[in-house]
């Protein structure tokens, strides 16, 4: 978030914004400025002079009633507008870049923009609207006595140096809080997706302990802030009340020598006062502002390339060769892969005892397990070897991902254009009498928290949408095991009928099914310790 990016989401906006806090700016002022007159008609005894300044003083008073609450609310809609702007670029790059986990993403999607919403972008309109106040300050405290603007900028360049004392602790402060949250929402992550095997074997105690590290630690943090943030206040505070009492010192001196009239030594108070006021306000901003240089920081490099695409390349896969393989996840062992070609079109069905790394081999095919040893190298038609677009390769999982829509727009991923084609692709994944059972047919809602979906049914969902976008290659992943065998049979011989490769992981297969596959690729338990490399 940049003050640039602010103004620039609507710069029409932006302008009215800044000229509706300067008249604001203004009115106040005016106020004060007017109050020193009806002072000297009251010190005199004249009444009528007394009532007229202060019927005048009114005026201004009013029309800052009105106008403070249409600044904010333009403000905050400002602020809306670039929170969109810049969610919108996030996403962009979740979606292209792949390279964060959902917890990272709620965290920088929710948290860091609350953060940069309350520490940078309103801290600015504070900025903003007591510029302002000291701008037109100064010039009347000028026009009444110029030792009075001598004397304030003496303390307004004390106040104005004080925030650097206290930014880098605020900074780490915040630094650490976003650290935790992040933690804090991955932990959740981690234990609720286990929620039902923790009740099945009553582990209450392990997950009240566990959330409660998270919680306590993302506490300390966030006390640890407000602690930075008051000791900086106090700060300021101090600065600031050395500034009053210097000028209300010297108005008196002015007042008692002659040389101002007592509405004059009174307005010229009220006015340091206000640009002391201003200054400490802005101070603090300062201090919120630069508090979030780490979470911005983590923003820019989020949004800064999100114009690169990700590889659209339309090369298609013709082979594909697994060379001297191992895969390894974080603390786990490590995994060995014969070796052996798949070529395009071919149906291969991959077997293999639970713990060999089937579905392991899939996610490093999928490029999001890089390899430890080895090789998975693709090559075209003419057997170069490149890297291809691995979104043209279609996943499966047991578990299958929909979205809140309709079952059709499920199945076509909310092309409209495309809905044409699910009655024919519905039939071919055996799914038309499952959907004969709903009174609105491919229409029906697919409701995530009720699911109202078997498994079977959302089985079927996901290889009807891998229909749809024709992708090269298929990796099914005991995607037909909600799936009853007469289907699940109907569904494989339709797919060994297309010209796409398909390389399936399933179990309890009969023979009849299992001869469909051009091939059947059996890992065996092959497991070694890092240290055998």
Request: net charge positive.
């Amino acid at each position: 978030m940049t003050l640039k990016g602010l103004i620039g989401s609507n710069k029409q906006r932006a302008i009215f914004i800044i000229l509706l806090y300067f008249i604001f700016a203004v009115t106040g002022s005016l106020d004060q400025y007017f109050f020193q007159f009806a002072v000297n008609g009251l010190s005199v005894g004249n009444l009528p002079v007394y009532i007229r300044w202060q019927l005048i003083e009114f005026i201004p008073v009013v029309c800052g009633v009105f106008i403070l609450p249409l600044a904010t609310y333009l403000f905050n809609a400002q602020i809306q507008e670039y929170l969109d702007q810049l969610r919108g670029q996030m996403v962009d790059h979740f979606y292209n870049k792949n390279d964060a986990t959902v917890p990272q993403m709620q965290n920088y999607l929710q948290s860091n923009l609350d953060t940069l919403t309350s520490d940078f972008a309103l801290p600015w309109v504070n900025v903003l609207s007591n510029l302002f106040i000291i701008l037109l300050s100064a010039g009347v405290l000028f026009s009444l006595n110029w030792s009075f603007v001598l004397l304030t900028a003496i303390f307004v360049l004390i106040d104005l140096s004080l925030p650097k004392i206290m930014a880098r602790m605020t900074s780490e402060a915040s630094r650490k809080v976003m650290k935790n949250t992040s933690t804090f929402l991955t932990g959740i992550g981690e234990w609720i997706n286990g929620l039902n095997e923790l009740r099945r074997y009553h582990a209450w105690t392990i997950l009240n302990k566990e959330m409660s590290s998270y919680a306590e630690k993302l506490e300390k943090s966030k006390v640890n802030q407000i602690n930075k943030n008051c000791a900086s206040n106090t700060i300021n505070g101090i600065g600031n009340t050395l500034g009053q009492m210097s000028i209300a010192f010297l108005a008196g001196i002015l007042f008692l020598t002659g040389q101002i009239k007592i509405g004059a030594a009174l307005a010229s108070t009220s006015f340091a006062f206000g640009i002391f006021l201003a200054v400490s306000s802005i101070t603090s901003a300062a201090v919120k502002i630069k508090s979030t240089k780490n979470i911005n920081q983590t923003t820019a490099s989020l949004i800064s390339n999100t114009k690169t695409k990700p590889n659209r390349s339309s090369t298609q896969i013709a082979q594909i060769e697994i060379k001297n393989l191992a895969l390894k996840y974080p603390n786990g062992p490590i995994i060995k892969y014969p070796d052996f070609v798949i070529n395009k079109g071919e149906k291969v069905l991959l077997a293999g005892d639970s713990g060999t790394g089937k579905s392991t081999l899939f996610y490093a095919i999928l490029g999001k397990i890089k390899p430890c040893q080895g090789q998975i190298i693709f090559r075209n038609n003419t057997g170069q070897i490149f890297q291809p677009n691995l979104n043209r390769i279609s996943y499966i999982a047991q578990d299958p991902q929909l979205f809140p829509g309709t079952i059709a727009e499920n199945i076509v991923m909310f092309h409209q254009q495309l809905l044409d084609q699910v009655p024919n692709l519905i039939n071919k994944v055996q799914l038309q009498s499952d959907i004969a059972r709903f009174p609105q047919g491919t229409d029906t809602q697919v409701d995530l928290d009720k699911n109202n979906l078997s498994g079977g049914q959302r089985q079927k969902i996901i290889l009807a949408r891998s229909e749809v976008f024709a992708d090269e290659i298929i990796l099914l992943d005991e995607a037909t095991s909600a799936i009853d065998s007469k289907a699940t049979k109907q569904i494989i011989a339709e797919l060994v009928h297309t010209n796409k490769t398909v390389i399936m992981i399933a179990h309890n297969l009969n023979s009849e099914v299992k001869n469909m596959f051009d091939k059947t690729i059996r890992l065996a338990s092959q497991k070694e310790n890092h240290n055998d490399f």
